[in-house]
C-alpha cells in the first residue's frame, strides 16, 4: 500500500513513504494530533490539559514511533511528555513501549481493530515506578477525532480513570 496525496504533504519530510503492511491497519493514526484533555484520580486534584501527540512511519520496518507531551491550557507550560514504539503485529494484537519524562516506563501489551479504529492496551510491566503499579489505556477514532482514556492503578488504589482527551489531526 501507498499513500501519496500530493498537496497535503507541507510538513511532511520527503516523498510520502510506502506503509508497511503491519502498520496498514493502524494507518489512520499517522501524523500529528493535537486537542485537549481533562485528568483525576483520588489522590490528586482534577486538571485540564492541551495536548499533541505524533504517530510517524518510515515505511522500512513494523513499527509506529510515538511522542506525546502536554501543557497547561492557562499559561503554556509543559506538564509531561513520553516516546515509544507500537509495533502491530499480523494477528491483531499490539505491543507498545513508552518511556515518560517522569523516569516511568510501560510495556503494554493489547489489541487493535482496523474496521472500528479501536485500540485497548494493558500494561504488562510498570517499570521505575514506586506507586503505579498497572496503566491501561484505550483510543476510538470517531467522526475524525482521536480520543483516549487512561486508566491507572497504583499501590493504594485499583485502576480508576485518570486521563481523557479528544484530538485533531493536523
Known amino acids: ?22 502498520v496498514a ?6 501524523g500529528t494530533w493535537r486537542g485537549e484533555g481533562e485528568g483525576g484520580y483520588p489522590t490528586i486534584n ?12 518510515s515505511g522500512k520496518k513494523p513499527v509506529i ?15 509531561h511528555a ?16 513508552i518511556a515518560q519524562s517522569t523516569g516511568l516506563v510501560e510495556v503494554q501489551k493489547g489489541t487493535y481493530n482496523a474496521e472500528e479504529k479501536e485500540i485497548k492496551l494493558q500494561s504488562e510491566l510498570v517499570g521505575n515506578a514506586s506507586k503505579v503499579k498497572e496503566i491501561s489505556r484505550s483510543f476510538q477514532l470517531n467522526d475524525g477525532k482521536l480520543s483516549y482514556v487512561v486508566e491507572m492503578a497504583t499501590n493504594v488504589s485499583s485502576l480508576e480513570p485518570h486521563l481523557k482527551a479528544s484530538l485533531k489531526k493536523l
Not at 500500500?1 to 503491519?22: D, L
Not at 486538571?47 to 512511519?57: D, I
Not at 513520553?82 to 513501549?97: H, I, R
Open 82 to 97: 513520553e516516546s515509544g514504539f507500537w509495533l502491530p503485529q499480523p494477528d491483531g494484537t499490539l505491543e507498545v513501549v
Open 25 to 30: 491497519p493502524l494507518s489512520f493514526l499517522l
Open 1 to 22: 500500500m501507498e499513500e501519496k496525496e500530493g498537496s497535503s504533504s507541507s510538513s511532511s519530510k520527503g516523498a510520502t513513504a510506502a506503509v508497511h503492511p503491519a
Open 46 to 57: 482534577s486538571f485540564s490539559y492541551a495536548e499533541e501527540l505524533h504517530f510517524s512511519h
Open 65 to 79: 514511533a510515538y511522542s506525546q507531551k502536554t501543557w497547561k491550557l492557562s499559561s503554556g507550560e509543559p506538564m
